[in-house]
């Protein structure tokens, strides 16, 4: 779908046009950027060039012409033999003398051409496995690197596939340098690196390209008694912050993970490898510090080494003493800039946190400036007094207490669930910090800054958790994690996808924190000036774009951009306008590329699914798409387009599947992980689950009674404490019950309901309140009766129009504002684009763009609408279905 189309256009980069330069090595030329510079026929690296800048200076594709933009072709590279059903990939597809090399679904790699999209090999191996989840593959010196089962890295004969070499790591003194699994390999000058994840102790390494001999390793997780010396002079024994030896002789920092969970970058004029390590995972918990003292490095570190040797130059560490799972591990982003007039060479470091912080490469030394700000501090956990916030911030700081009302939804994209860190709502619905609430428990720990505004935590950066959940921003799936950003020679921007999810920590919290159920789990992309730190623009988009969607940019002022709806964006670059945008039918985790081919540029994107943060509701997928100026390629149904994915999961999902009413009385317990055991676990539990159940399924209409179960029902084991069922965000309920007590509430409108507890606020529930149909047939007829959906000019762009669709409404009924048509290719209904109605009619009228990559050619092709109304002052719905001609 065309979106817009700008004025004029920004001035374009000289570097358009420019090819990969590279030095001849036993006859082969290397295809690889030399440096920082843009690249331009390929993009042979998962990050662009060596500086991961994914910025191209190819200018063919221009706002002017966006219109034109249509797919060329689309590979399913799970049916290229040997063929698997697996789906969902994080990979970024690279591209070097026109041919594309991926990872497909289950770890294998292909070879597509970037003209045709046919497979010219595809590699599985035989005597052992793949690894599942990975995320790019490299090139240089003839082959393709990536990884496989059993801690195995593979090198490819580029032209044919067949191994070249398969070797299983392992450091000189036969220490296990990790998991070898799903981080994209790194080529540059005979050098392949390495990193490992998941293990207890993460490195970086690299080997000789020719044969995949050891060169060199690089600890997450130092030794002790090591000194490192960086090149300002300044030195640390990096063993020693993680505190002292256990009694029973465990070292936290050989626990600790120290994760290098992405590809790192090269700096090929100073010789330097830059890597960063993810947070500290050991002794006993990601979030319990209380037996690792110390700033732990090298987790939360970017570390900078001699590419040849490994030896090591500087570092620094974004997090002191994580106990947040905030890990800044995104691709290191590399550019020369000028600031304050000077020409500086820099990285860019920073995700998670939502802070970008621009160091020096050369030294390590922040470029722009940074404050170590004094935090809050638990005297049980060893918080570092200070921690290190750029002094221009993206991203809120504290999360957002609104009001509980039906008129804010979904309200601030920051916004807190209610009754975390104390606050509770008031009778009308604003949330209030109650000094008596839960955290009291933490207080007699606590020292506050000097001057800090509040005497309580307010889901802020960094505040301390111990055994209660406090819920802060942004979370470990939340800032940028792991998606790349890109870096625009032509704007001076940097752009940094992000997600918004909070997360409550605790001790004993699994998967590193509880993202709080019922939140809406969105995010977006911004822009901020390379040499001041300033935010230029900020588009949230609606869904979570930390988790591989990175942005591409161009020197024609482009930003390429997938979403895990399925959807690829092209946006303006200077203004952050999303201009076109294009339905894949299935999920994107992974960067778009461009590339050229006989003089035409293509842009390509691999849809092929995932699980974050949505879970099983992301559309998996397999699909290879690459588009071009007046692209014809065309799917099953006629038209360009993949249909519509699956709705997401936006808001945190509960634990648990629905539950009929009739099965439980329409009565939840409230506190309780379980509705028949009477034991002592299961009293007043704080328990994700502890609401019984957790989603209850009734029709509109039912009244729902929420128990605190006392004596009554649990003989053995009542609950002892009061329980409230407080209903966010609309805030219809706020109910605070004594053992025994119960609440009634009838719910007269469909919709999901969410509630949790203000004596712990980990327990949630659902109320999934639904409408019965009721089928009308023969209401429904389409003005005309044939519909075309057809493009005149040849691409899916000039899909133009609208679809009238008139309902005959019975006596009685009176519109209630939401009409929807439900497609036969898609689970997503098709919104109305305008409605209208009368006593007798409603005219509902639909974008043909939204219908026509939802629906097959044919003579009788069923389209059913669905609207909302009232009858006798009650909620129901009225279904019809009609069967027009869809010609394209």
Not at 170 to 182: M, S, T, V, Y
Not at 466 to 494: E, F, M
Request: aromatic share 10%; hydrophobic share 35%.
């Amino acid at each position: 779908m065309l979106l817009g189309v700008a004025v004029s256009l920004a001035s374009v980069s000289a570097f358009a046009e420019v090819g990969g330069g590279g030095s001849d090595v036993e006859g082969f030329a290397q295809i690889e950027p030399e440096g920082l510079a843009p690249t331009g026929a390929d993009m042979p690296t998962v990050g662009g060039n060596l500086g991961n800048q994914h910025y191209s200076g190819l200018t063919q594709i221009t706002q002017h012409n966006l219109d034109r933009l249509g797919p060329a072709w689309r590979t399913h590279v799970s049916a290229v033999e040997p063929a698997t059903d697996d789906v969902g990939q994080q990979t970024t597809p690279i591209v070097a003398e026109g041919v594309i090399y991926l990872d497909t679904p289950n770890g294998q790699v292909i070879a597509v051409d970037g003209k045709t999209g046919s497979a010219k090999w595809k590699w599985a191996p035989q005597e052992f496995g793949t690894n599942g989840t990975r995320r790019g593959v490299s090139i240089g010196d003839g082959k393709i690197y990536t990884l496989a089962d059993g801690d195995r890295v593979v090198a490819l004969d580029k032209d044919t596939g067949e191994e070249v070499w398969v070797v299983q790591p392992e450091a000189p003194n036969g220490a296990r340098l990790g998991n070898i699994d799903k981080v994209a390999t790194v080529y540059h000058d005979g050098v392949v690196y390495v990193h490992t994840n998941d293990g207890s102790r993460g490195a970086v390494f690299a080997l000789n390209a020719s044969d995949g001999s050891y060169i060199w390793h690089f600890f997450g997780g130092p030794d002790r008694g090591v000194v490192f010396t960086d090149v300002n002079g300044n030195s640390v024994d990096a063993g020693a912050t993680w505190g002292p030896l256990l009694p029973d002789g465990t070292d936290c920092a050989f626990e600790g993970r120290s994760t290098p969970w992405m590809h790192g970058a090269v700096d090929p004029e100073l010789g330097m490898y830059y890597m960063t390590f993810g947070n500290s995972d050991s002794c006993t918990s990601s979030q319990n510090g209380s037996l690792r003292p110390g700033d732990n490095l090298f987790s939360s570190t970017m570390v900078a080494v001699d590419a040849k040797t490994g030896e090591y130059k500087w570092h620094y560490q974004s997090i002191h003493h994580d106990v947040w799972d905030m890990d800044n591990v995104h691709p290191p982003t590399l550019a020369d800039i000028v600031v304050d007039g000077e020409t500086r060479r820099v990285v860019f470091y920073g995700s998670k946190s939502g802070h970008h912080f621009v160091l020096d490469r050369t030294n390590g030394r922040p470029v722009l400036p940074v404050v170590e700000q004094p935090m809050i501090q638990d005297s049980r956990q060893h918080h570092a007094p200070t921690q290190p916030f750029p002094a221009r911030r993206m991203l809120p700081e504290c999360l957002v207490w609104e009001k509980l009302d039906p008129e804010n939804i979904p309200g601030h994209p920051w916004r807190a669930v209610p009754n975390y860190n104390g606050y509770q709502p008031d009778a009308d619905g604003n949330l209030v910090f109650n000094p008596d609430s839960y955290v009291a428990a933490d207080e007699p720990y606590l020292t506050y800054p000097d001057g800090y505004p509040t005497d309580h935590r307010q889901g802020c950066m960094y505040d301390p958790q111990w055994d209660l959940p406090i819920l802060s921003t942004t979370s470990q799936n939340g800032g940028g994690d792991w998606s790349n950003h890109s870096y625009s020679h032509n704007t001076n921007l940097v752009y940094f996808p992000y997600g918004t999810n909070p997360v409550a920590h605790w001790n004993g919290a699994s998967a590193n924190g509880q993202r709080a159920i019922g939140q809406y789990q969105t995010g977006g992309i911004l822009a901020y000036d390379a040499s001041t730190g300033e935010v230029r623009w900020t588009n949230h988009l609606g869904t979570d774009m930390s988790h591989g969607q990175g942005p591409l940019t161009t020197a024609s002022d482009l930003l390429f951009v997938g979403q895990i709806d399925g959807r690829l964006l092209a946006m303006d670059a200077v203004t952050g306008d999303v201009l076109w945008e294009f339905q894949t039918g299935s999920g994107i985790a992974g960067a778009p590329i461009t590339y050229t081919v006989d003089g035409e540029q293509y842009v390509a994107v691999f849809a092929a699914g995932a699980t974050n943060p949505y879970g099983g509701s992301v559309t998996q997928g397999d699909s290879l798409w690459a588009f071009k100026l007046d692209g014809a390629y065309t799917t099953e149904s006629g038209s360009q387009e993949g249909p519509d994915t699956a709705p997401l999961s936006i808001r945190r999902p509960v634990q648990g599947g629905p539950v009929d009413g009739d099965d439980v009385d329409n009565t939840v317990y409230l506190a309780r992980g379980s509705r028949t055991a009477d034991s002592n676990g299961q009293q007043d539990s704080t328990l994700q689950r502890a609401m019984q159940p957790t989603h209850l399924r009734v029709p509109v209409g039912t009244t729902v009674t929420f128990l605190n179960p006392g004596r009554e029902t649990f003989a053995a084991f009542p609950n002892e404490l009061p329980h409230c069922a407080t209903q966010y965000f609309e805030g219809l309920f706020n109910a605070r019950l004594d053992p025994g007590e119960s609440f009634e509430f009838t719910f007269d409108r469909a919709g999901e309901y969410f509630f949790n507890d203000c004596t712990d606020p980990r327990p949630a529930g659902k109320i999934e309140v639904y409408l019965e149909p009721q089928d009308v047939p023969g209401a429904l007829r389409f003005v005309p009766s044939r519909l075309n959906l057809g493009a005149g000019t040849g691409i899916f762009t000039g899909v133009n129009g609208v679809v009238t669709a008139i309902l005959d409404i019975p006596a009685g009924y009176v519109f209630d504002g939401d009409a929807v048509l439900r497609t036969p290719l898609s689970e997503t209904p098709v919104p109305a684009a305008s409605t209208r109605s009368n006593a007798n009619r409603l005219i509902v009228q639909f974008d043909k763009a939204d219908i026509d990559n939802n629906v097959p050619e044919g003579d009788a092709v069923p389209l059913t609408l669905v609207a909302n109304f009232l009858h006798n002052g009650v909620q129901a719905q009225l279904t019809s279905t009609a069967t027009p001609e869809i010609v394209k």
